[in-house]
């Protein structure tokens, strides 16, 4: 039984404070106070004018704006132009601002905004010029492959985890399997995780898949698959 051998992982996973930390990785946006230096922009965010969002980013181009104010503007972007991304993609370089930080936050908005194929298109606009290629990290990469998980966008996982091998495939494995479980697709999840080996089960893993489980009252399966 695939549940029994995931309860031998679960023991060093603290199942409560992992619940808190949140399902999918990426937080909310941030909210006006945080960027005075950019008010209009983050105001016309919040109250959902893309459009004038773009129109005063134009205005403000030549200027250091805060990232809490270039996550409104990728956010009206993705909705609006995603072609103009690789204009954010400039803006990081000429500003220096092309750290894994500030693109995990602008990779959020993206995320929270619904579209992981663009975050993802982003992402490769940054490994392409040598100025920003080092603000994409594996960490971030993840942040991407579970929101593609959560939605069973399941082409976007191949490609993603065709380029990798060694531990960072097994690493990407076990985040994907997350992002099934957390969208409500146990079938998809059990599927990965027949791909991974003994010992390739992380901890957080095994917890999903048992709190999976339990919600079906103990019966662990989906369709006529067992877990």
């Known amino acids: ?19 808190h930390r949140g399902k999918t990785g990426f937080s909310p946006k941030s909210p006006p106070a945080r960027c005075p230096l950019s008010r209009k922009i983050c105001e016309e965010g919040e109250a959902g004018n893309h459009k004038a969002v773009l129109m005063k980013w134009e205005e403000m181009n030549g200027h250091h704006l805060q990232v809490s104010a270039l996550e409104v503007v990728v956010e ?19 500003f220096a601002l092309a750290r894994p930080g500030t693109v995990h936050s602008l990779v959020s908005s993206m995320l929270n905004a619904g579209h992981p194929e663009l975050a993802q298109k982003f992402l490769e606009m940054l490994e392409a010029n040598k100025r920003t290629m080092s603000s994409v990290t594996p960490k971030i990469r993840k942040l991407i492959l579970q929101n593609f998980a959560l939605r069973r966008q399941v082409a ?3 490609i993603a985890l065709e380029k990798l091998d060694g531990e ?4 990407s494995i076990n985040v994907a399997i997350r992002g099934f479980l957390e969208g409500g697709h146990k079938s998809l999840a059990l599927q990965y995780l027949r791909e991974l080996q003994d ?10 898949m ?15 698959d067992r877990m």
Request: aromatic fraction near 6%; charged fraction near 20%; include cysteine.
């Open 1 to 19: 039984m695939i549940a029994l051998y995931l309860a031998s992982a679960i023991f060093p996973v603290d199942v409560h404070q992992a619940h």
């Open 210 to 224: 048992l709190a999976a489980c339990n919600q079906d009252r103990g019966n662990c399966w989906h369709g006529d």
């Open 168 to 171: 960072e495939k097994v690493s």
């Open 76 to 94: 009206a972007m993705v909705k609006l132009e995603p072609d103009r991304l690789i204009d954010m993609v400039h803006y990081l370089s000429d």
């Open 199 to 208: 010992g390739q089960v992380q901890g957080t893993t095994a917890s999903a």
């Open 156 to 158: 976007e996982i191949q």
